[in-house]
């Protein structure tokens, strides 16, 4: 049972350049989440589905994308680079509200 | 806007020693409470919850505890050991928003043995 995959683990953006943050669950959960961490600070939301086919915005969605297109798999989608996007991105899954949250690894980003 | 303050924000502590960290929310609509924890490299891992209508749960060393009128709620770890060593959050929710969990900014816990 893999739980949450993130993939790549680390990346290096030039300013501009875009990218996706790929993320897949096998727990058939349909809440997923993408959460970006900054040095000394909490989790915050980008994004959010409650199942296939529904998207809605986070805390701070500006210069991100999302699709769910399946239960399993939540890409994020970076366009137009810039620095203060340089954090570390995790994805999450949960089966419902009020539930334990699973992470994946998380994805250290640096945008130069 | 709603949000969950942490204090504090690094604690060292002797092994075999207790730790407490405390959490305060500010959206009284929040009834689910969890603690995190973040080794490096890893992502955020679940240790324990409590939802609002408990006032206390325990689990071998951790406990939490949650005072619904004052708006806090507070980890405990008894006899703490190296390998509890990372960082914690704690977390604030409603069960109507299945977006609507708030997290603190983290507490970094050293156990020196």
């Known amino acids: 049972n893999a739980g949450v995959t993130q993939t790549p683990k680390f990346r290096i953006l030039k300013i501009g350049q875009s990218m996706t943050l790929q993320c897949t669950q096998d727990?058939?959960?349909?809440?997923m989440y993408w959460y970006r961490q900054d040095p000394g600070m909490g989790l915050k939301l980008i994004y959010y589905?409650?199942?296939?086919?529904?998207?809605d915005k986070g805390e701070v969605p500006n210069g991100y994308n999302v699709s769910r297109s399946t239960t399993e798999d939540f890409p994020l989608r970076l366009e137009l680079a810039a620095p203060s996007q340089t954090s570390v991105y995790f994805c999450?899954?949960?089966?419902?509200?009020?539930?334990?949250?699973?992470f994946g690894q998380g994805t250290r980003l640096t945008v130069v | 806007g709603e949000n969950v303050e942490q204090h504090p924000s690094t604690l060292s502590v002797q092994e075999g020693d207790s730790a407490v960290i405390k959490c305060t929310y500010s959206?009284?609509?929040?009834?689910?409470f969890p603690w995190y924890k973040q080794e490096l490299g890893k992502g955020p891992q679940l240790i324990i919850d409590?939802?609002?209508?408990?006032g206390e749960k325990k689990d071998q060393r951790i406990a939490v505890t949650l005072n619904k009128t004052a708006k806090h709620f507070s980890l405990h770890i008894t006899e703490t050991q190296p390998e509890d060593s990372a960082v914690y959050f704690c977390?604030?929710?409603?069960?109507?928003?299945?977006?609507?969990?708030?997290f603190g900014a983290g507490t970094r816990l050293f156990v020196k043995a």
């Open positions: 999450a899954s949960r089966v419902g509200p009020n539930t334990e949250a699973f």
């Open positions: 589905s409650v199942g296939a086919g529904i998207t």
């Open positions: 727990m058939n959960h349909n809440y």
């Open positions: 409590i939802r609002s209508n408990v």
């Open positions: 959206d009284s609509a929040s009834n689910y």
């Open positions: 977390a604030a929710s409603r069960g109507n928003g299945g977006f609507k969990t708030i």
